[in-house]
């Protein structure tokens, strides 16, 4: 049986059995979707009033009118600047999914930021190996754009999230889109493929990285490799002494780059292609002993954008 036929029997068992459609262990789609948003990038914002709750919206980019969702805390006042994290979701899944998953509202509620959960085109994103041909980079630029002008997002304090192919497409935006976000949290996701084998794939801004490896994910190797050379091009510096374990079975690192940025690296050995501490979903890792949606928000909150 091919490797595909094999993938795609696997994701049909697990939908089946969890009727949850998160498979994104392979960080790649059984067949790529169909070619969307190859055109000339334009936004025209769906209307609606900025206000708490939770919104199913709009945007139009390169002749596709994409979907999203948007979270705005009972705290949010239109008037007043707030960060901003944009959370992408595996292959296949939704943002909706996403939301349910990385238990980001709440976090959300309690420190007062905008959570957006953007749908890929066809249940995917076209990141660093995989999926589709749609402008996902200029789409995310547009969409933040879109906030800061209309939601009154700090545009210092715009983040990027995502797990499997959704981090990949963090690594890709962190360095096409660089200067955009402030930092990036990339769970069961790397640095990975052709395009960033490229010795100048970098960003060309300050971008930090906070990222989460299972040490049972398949792709672990790749994953460790990847943020390695993430390092190498920006000259890291690892941080002395090594920090204390995060927990049992886990390893931390930290780096802080030529440019300003810092660079930290989870590692939970016992743990596969998952959100650790994540309770809901196919993917959550509730016994990781790491509760990576409190990290990823810390690290956010202490890296605004380096101008």
């Not at 939908?15 to 059984?30: I, K």
């Not at 990038?41 to 939770?54: I, R």
């Not at 420190?111 to 589709?132: I, K, R, S, W």
């Not at 802080?256 to 979903?281: F, K, L, Q, T």
Request: some cysteine.
């Amino acid at each position: 049986m091919s490797r595909l036929r094999r993938i795609a029997a696997w994701c049909v068992t697990i939908s089946l059995l969890t009727g949850v459609a998160a498979c994104g262990e392979d960080n790649g789609p059984l067949s790529s979707p169909t070619p969307q948003g190859s055109g000339p990038a334009s936004s025209v914002p769906a209307a609606v009033s900025p206000g708490p709750g939770q919104h199913e919206l709009t945007l139009d980019h390169g002749g596709t009118t994409r979907q999203y969702r948007l979270h705005a805390p009972a705290g949010y006042a239109p008037g007043t600047p707030v960060p901003l994290v944009i959370a992408l979701h595996p292959y296949p899944s939704t943002g909706l999914e996403m939301s349910q998953l990385s238990g980001l509202d709440e976090v959300a509620a309690r420190e007062n930021f905008l959570v957006a959960y953007p749908d890929g085109m066809g249940g995917g994103f076209n990141a660093l190996v995989c999926c589709g041909s749609a402008d996902d980079v200029g789409f995310l630029s547009a969409l933040t754009d879109h906030l800061i002008e209309a939601w009154r997002v700090d545009p210092d304090r715009v983040y990027l999230t995502g797990i499997s192919n959704g981090g990949d497409l963090s690594f890709r935006a962190a360095v096409e889109a660089s200067g955009t976000f402030g930092a990036i949290g990339v769970v069961s996701g790397g640095f990975i493929g052709e395009r960033a084998a490229a010795a100048d794939y970098v960003p060309k801004q300050p971008v930090s990285v906070i990222t989460f490896i299972g040490g049972q994910d398949r792709y672990a190797e790749q994953f460790r490799t990847g943020v390695e050379a993430w390092q190498d091009r920006l000259r890291c510096t690892p941080a002395t002494p090594r920090p204390a374990p995060p927990a049992a079975g886990s390893t931390l690192t930290r780096a802080r780059c030529a440019d300003g940025s810092d660079v930290e690296v989870y590692v939970i050995e016992n743990m596969g292609h998952s959100w650790p501490g994540a309770s809901g979903g196919a993917m959550g890792a509730p016994d990781a002993g790491v509760a990576a949606t409190e990290l990823i928000w810390k690290f956010f909150a202490a890296h605004p954008r380096q101008r």
